[in-house]
């Protein structure tokens, strides 16, 4: 028999793709072995009419206690800067590449683990299905791991932030992610990069 919590998440997808069912059935995925450890699945929010999807790595500590994406630190610096780039709430769907969080044990502390290649993965039918399910126009990839999900082994970040890139019917535009402006030496230049790709992005929409 297979080995429980290897196979990835396809097999675990409900039979109806929209995003009540696939929420519900998320919260049971065994497809690799982060359900282990973590407190729970972490899906995406928002409406399913959203114009856009932001894609960030994985939940972190808040965001496992809380079962929301993206309410801890960075998600503060994410919500700053949609406000400054014009881009409202209502108007977006928030999620991850992986939904489960990953760490490692240091006395008490639970320390962020970047999810392997095999992880991101094994998690990526739940990414394709909101993706079915939202068909965003314009779809945020927040860091290298949503890149590499996203976009492929080869894609850097780092020379092609905030340029469009076609990605199925919607167009994708990278940055890095909000944790990393969070830990910039310079976070003023961090940050203003980041908005700037925030805008890129807005200004995608509201040239189509
Ligand atoms: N970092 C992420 O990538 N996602 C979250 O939801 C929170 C922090
Ligand atoms: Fe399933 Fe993804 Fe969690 Fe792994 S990280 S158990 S594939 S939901």
Known sequence: MAKDGNNGAAEFLPGRLDLVSLRRAAASCRGCDLYRNATQTVFGEGSRAAAYMLVGEEPGDQEDRQGHPFVGP???????GL?????????????????????TLRGKRRIHQKP????????????????????PEVIVVL??????????REFR?????????????ALAVATVHPSAVLRAPDREAAYAGFLADLKAAASVRGSS
């Open 74 to 80: 960075a998600g503060h610096i994410l919500d700053k």
């Open 83 to 103: 406000k400054e780039a014009g881009i409202r709430r209502e108007d977006v769907y928030l999620t991850n590449a992986v939904k489960h969080f990953s760490f």
């Open 116 to 135: 392997t290649a095999a992880e991101i993965d094994a998690c990526l039918p739940w990414l394709d299905a909101e993706l079915a399910a939202v068909k």
């Open 143 to 152: 860091g290298a791991t949503a890149a590499r999900a996203l976009l492929g």
């Open 157 to 169: 970040v780092t020379h092609h932030r905030g340029e469009p890139v076609p990605l199925g019917e």
